[in-house]
C-alpha cells in the first residue's frame, strides 16, 4: 500500500521540531556564561590593593578614591586603641562601605585620645575632618569593603581571577584567598559579604 505523500505543512512542522532539539540541546551543551568584570574594582586593584600590599598605601591615597568624604573615628579598645577612615564607594550602581585602619603608633593613639578627651573604656567618636588630610601621610594597615546590596562571587573572580586558595569559614560560607593581592574574599553562598585587604607578607609564607 502507497503511503500519501508529507504535505508541505507537516515538514514545517518536523522542522520546528527538530530546531527546537537542537537550540535545547546547545544550551544544555553550553559552558558557564562570562559575568562582566566590575571596573572600579580592576581600577582599585592597581590604585589600591596593589599599593597596600607592597605596604605603602597612605590614607591620602585611599581617601582621595573614596567620593564621598570619609570620617576618621577613634575607637577606644582595653586590648589596643585604633584610629579608623570610614567611608562610602559608590561604582558601577554599587555601593560599598569603606573602612581602614591607619597605622599611628602607640604614643601618638594616646596623645590623640588624650586630646579627644576619652580613654580606652570610651565610646568611638568621629574626628574633626581636617584631620584626614593631616593623618594623609600615615599608611593603612588594613582596608575592609562591605556591599550594601548583592555582589556575586563570579563577578569578584571575573574582576580578580581565580583565588589560589579557597578555605570554609567557621561561622558559614568561605573565604577566597588572592595572596598575589593581600585580599581575602568572604562570601556566603554565592553572594559576597566582604573583602578585606593586608600587605600581601601577611598572606604569604
Not at 591620602?60 to 586590648?79: F, I, M, N, T, Y
Amino acid at each position: 500500500m502507497k503511503l500519501p505523500p508529507l504535505r508541505a505543512q507537516h515538514w514545517l512542522i518536523f522542522a520546528g521540531v527538530a530546531v527546537i532539539f537542537f537550540s535545547w540541546g546547545a544550551w544544555l551543551m553550553r559552558g558557564p556564561q562570562m559575568v562582566e568584570p566590575l571596573a572600579w574594582l580592576q581600577k582599585w586593584q592597581a590604585d589600591i590593593f596593589d599599593p597596600l600590599a607592597a605596604d605603602q598605601l597612605t590614607l591620602a591615597r585611599l581617601s582621595d578614591e573614596v567620593e564621598e568624604e570619609g570620617e576618621l573615628w577613634l575607637q577606644p579598645r582595653l586590648d589596643g586603641s585604633r584610629l579608623l577612615y570610614r567611608g562610602e564607594l559608590e561604582a558601577d550602581d554599587q555601593v560599598w562601605t569603606v573602612e581602614a585602619r591607619v597605622a599611628l603608633s602607640d604614643d601618638e593613639l594616646v596623645s590623640l585620645m588624650a586630646a579627644a578627651g576619652v580613654d580606652e573604656k570610651g565610646e568611638e567618636q568621629p574626628l574633626n575632618t581636617q584631620l584626614v588630610r593631616q593623618l594623609g601621610h600615615y599608611q593603612i594597615i588594613y582596608l575592609g569593603l562591605k556591599p550594601l546590596g548583592s555582589v556575586t562571587t563570579q563577578q569578584i573572580i571575573s574582576s580578580l581571577g581565580q583565588p589560589k586558595l579557597r578555605l570554609e569559614l567557621k561561622e558559614g560560607g568561605q573565604a577566597l584567598v588572592f595572596p598575589q593581592l593581600g585580599l581575602t574574599a568572604h562570601t556566603i553562598d554565592d553572594d559576597v559579604d566582604l573583602l578585606y585587604a593586608v600587605p600581601q607578607r601577611l598572606l604569604t609564607p
